[in-house]
Nanobody, 127 residues
Framework: DVQLQASGGGLVQPGGSLRPSCGAS????????IAWFRQGPGKGREAVSC????????YYADSVKGRFTISRDNAKNTVSLQMNSLKPEDTGVYYC????????????????????WGQGTQVTVSS
């Protein structure tokens, strides 16, 4: 079975940093697209950052550009999200998602296109 395990969320003051990480197991190959989504209080699930299957092309939501950096380690089957200069509006549950069937260079920002999901990790930015 494919499992994604997210960790590294927490409570941080505005301007602080966090680095949630997602470990993947059970995937039949290293060729999978992976992404971080978040869901804030009373909001829908939105794509924060995505990496395509092979080319390592990346996507960032406009609201996080310049502050967040996604990185993947294929040898360890992990993906991390370095989040700097955090704002209260970054608060939410952060989910990692993976999919094997997306195209080689496809950057997918729609949740339903990802087959596998982690359980989420809470990020709260508050003073």
């Amino acid at each position: 079975d494919v499992q994604l395990q997210a960790s590294g969320g927490g409570l941080v003051q505005p301007g602080g940093s966090l680095r949630p990480s997602c470990g993947a197991s059970g995937l039949p190959s290293e060729d999978y697209a992976i992404a971080w989504f978040r869901q804030g209080p009373g909001k829908g699930r939105e794509a924060v950052s995505c990496v395509d299957k092979v080319e390592n092309n990346t996507y960032y939501a406009d609201s996080v550009k310049g502050r967040f950096t996604i990185s993947r380690d294929n040898a360890k089957n992990t993906v991390s999200l370095q989040m700097n200069s955090l704002k209260p509006e970054d608060t939410g549950v952060y989910y990692c998602a993976a999919d094997l069937s997306l195209g080689r260079r496809t950057i997918a920002t729609i949740p339903r296109l990802y087959e596998h999901w982690g359980q989420g990790t809470q990020v709260t930015v508050s003073s």
